[in-house]
T-cell receptor
Framework: ETGVTQSPTHLIKTRGQQVTLRCSSQ?????VSWYQQALGQGPQFIFQ???????GRGNFPPRFSGLQFPNYSSELNVNALELDDSALYLC????????????FGQGTRLTVV | KQEVTQIPAALSVPEGENLVLNCSFT??????LQWFRQDPGKGLTSLLL?????REQTSGRLNASLDKSSGRSTLYIAASQPGDSATYLC??????????????FGTGTRLTIIP
C-alpha cells in the first residue's frame, strides 16, 4: 500500500506567475484535501475533493483552484502568485468523509520571490 | 467558528521523562480528533485518531485522551526519547455541516527531548 505522495518537493516561483502542485492519494482513498501551512502556524484548509467534485472550501480566494481525477489524484493550482503564498502545501487523503482518518503527504515547499 | 489551542507552544524535557501535551477546542460538536507529528519542513504523520464516542486511544508509548464535553484532549508520551523531538499538532473534524470536512488545527507544541 503506497502512502500519499506530493510533487514537487520544493518550488521557487516569481510573483505573478502560476503554479501547479500534484498529489497522489493513498491507495483506496477517494477524498483529497489541500492545506496551506505558513511558517510556525497550523495548516489551514484550502478545499476538499470527493469523487472529482469540490465539496468544501476554506477562506481562500478564487485564484486557488483544484482538480481531482478519476484515479483520485489531485492538483492544486494557484494563479497570480503573491509573496504571502510562500508556504508548505499539504495534501491529505481519506476514505469518504465523516469519521475518517486523514493521511498526509510530505508537502511541497513553495517560495514566491 | 471552531478554534483549537495548544499550550505550551514549546516544551523541553530530559530524556526518559513522561510528558503531557494539551489541546483544547471551542466547539464540542466534533466527529473526531487526530494527533499528528511534524518534523521540521516535513509533512504530517498521523499518531492517533480518537472518535467522538471514545475516551482514549493508545499506540505504543503514546496515549491520547478526549473529553469532548469540556473541549479537551491530551497526548501522553511515556519514557521520552530524543527521537520524539518534533512538533505535535492536534486537529478536530467538525460533526456538523456534513460534507464540509475540513480539519481545524492548533498551532502545535514544539517538543525537544534533551539527551
Amino acid at each position: 500500500e503506497t502512502g500519499v505522495t506530493q510533487s514537487p518537493t520544493h518550488l521557487i516561483k516569481t510573483r505573478g506567475q502560476q503554479v501547479t502542485l500534484r498529489c497522489s492519494s493513498q491507495s483506496g482513498h477517494n477524498t483529497v484535501s489541500w492545506y496551506q501551512q505558513a511558517l510556525g502556524q497550523g495548516p489551514q484548509f484550502i478545499f476538499q475533493y470527493y469523487r472529482e467534485e469540490e465539496n468544501g472550501r476554506g477562506n481562500f480566494p478564487p485564484r486557488f483552484s483544484g482538480l481531482q481525477f478519476p484515479n483520485y489524484s489531485s492538483e492544486l493550482n494557484v494563479n497570480a502568485l503573491e509573496l504571502d503564498d510562500s508556504a508548505l502545501y499539504l495534501c491529505a487523503s481519506s476514505v469518504g468523509f465523516g469519521n475518517t482518518e486523514a493521511f498526509f503527504g510530505q508537502g511541497t515547499r513553495l517560495t514566491v520571490v | 467558528k471552531q478554534e483549537v489551542t495548544q499550550i505550551p507552544a514549546a516544551l523541553s524535557v530530559p530524556e526518559g521523562e513522561n510528558l503531557v501535551l494539551n489541546c483544547s477546542f471551542t466547539d464540542s460538536a466534533i466527529y473526531n480528533l487526530q494527533w499528528f507529528r511534524q518534523d521540521p519542513g516535513k509533512g504530517l504523520t498521523s499518531l492517533l485518531l480518537i472518535q467522538s464516542s471514545q475516551r482514549e486511544q493508545t499506540s505504543g508509548r503514546l496515549n491520547a485522551s478526549l473529553d469532548k464535553s469540556s473541549g479537551r484532549s491530551t497526548l501522553y508520551i511515556a519514557a521520552s526519547q530524543p527521537g520524539d523531538s518534533a512538533t505535535y499538532l492536534c486537529a478536530v473534524r467538525p460533526g456538523t455541516n456534513f460534507g464540509n470536512e475540513k480539519l481545524t488545527f492548533g498551532t502545535g507544541t514544539r517538543l525537544t527531548i534533551i539527551p
